[in-house]
């Protein structure tokens, strides 16, 4: 089955603690993404990468990093979370972006919170 | 910039209502338009898309089409279920990035 799937689903930690969350989808897609979703402000990207060793900032990266040193996997890092890190968290993924937007398929999200 | 704008909710119906979320953005150039649906404790579905102007999107009962004269997406649907209860997020999508930008989403509450 093509999914995108995410671990854990589910974290409660303390503030600077660092922290992992995975990404990994198994349709060959190139272009990944990470969103956080907060009440009244949908979704925001955090960072995306193109493809393999490339990545860049998105809209809200500022305490986050991320890496993509294979194609499937594309973990989240938080170095030393802070409380309002707390959200839920999505990855996304599609096909190249050359061209028109290619559809975006997601995570079943990650329920982050910090204390 | 690019920008996605969606009614408040919560929105409340009652079964078999007609159901109409607003949404209207801000974009250069020809985005393709998009609704997801989050059910409860899960993550996000795509609803329906349209890549083009007068493009209409429909799925499960739902529609929307997009309008360029006023730069609108709404959806709509003629009969709703407590089945579709549920958060609803309009988005927008660019080529070159591949980036989605969403409104921050309307909850629909539908009662039996």
């Known amino acids: 089955e093509a999914q995108v799937t995410q671990n854990p689903r589910y974290l409660i930690t303390v503030t600077g603690k660092k922290l992992t969350v995975t990404c990994s989808q198994n349709m060959n897609h190139e272009y990944m993404s990470w969103y956080r979703q907060d009440p009244g402000l949908g979704l925001r990207q955090i960072y995306y990468s193109m493809n393999v060793e490339v990545t860049d900032k998105g809209d809200v990266p500022e305490g986050y990093k991320v890496s993509r040193k294979e194609k499937r996997n594309f973990p989240l890092i938080l170095e030393s979370p802070s409380p309002n890190q707390t959200s839920l968290y999505f990855c996304?993924?599609?096909?190249?972006?050359?061209?028109?937007?290619?559809?975006?398929?997601f995570g079943p999200g990650t329920r982050l919170t910090v204390l | 910039g690019n920008s996605v704008t969606q009614m408040e909710g919560p929105v409340t119906l009652s079964e078999e209502a007609f159901l109409t979320i607003n949404c209207t953005y801000t974009a250069t150039g020809y985005p393709s338009l998009f609704w997801y649906v989050q059910y409860p404790g899960e993550g996000l579905q795509l609803l329906l898309k349209?890549?083009?102007?007068?493009d209409k999107g429909s799925n499960k009962g739902f529609e929307a089409t997009y309008r360029k004269e006023t730069t609108s997406f709404h959806l709509e649907k003629g009969s709703v279920q407590v089945s579709d209860s549920a958060v609803y997020f309009c988005?927008?999508?660019?080529?070159?990035?591949?980036?989605?930008?969403f409104g921050a989403g309307t909850r629909l509450a539908v009662h039996p």
């Open positions: 349209a890549t083009k102007a007068d």
């Open positions: 996304a993924s599609s096909l190249s972006v050359a061209g028109n937007y290619n559809e975006q398929f």
């Open positions: 988005a927008l999508g660019r080529g070159g990035y591949n980036k989605l930008i």
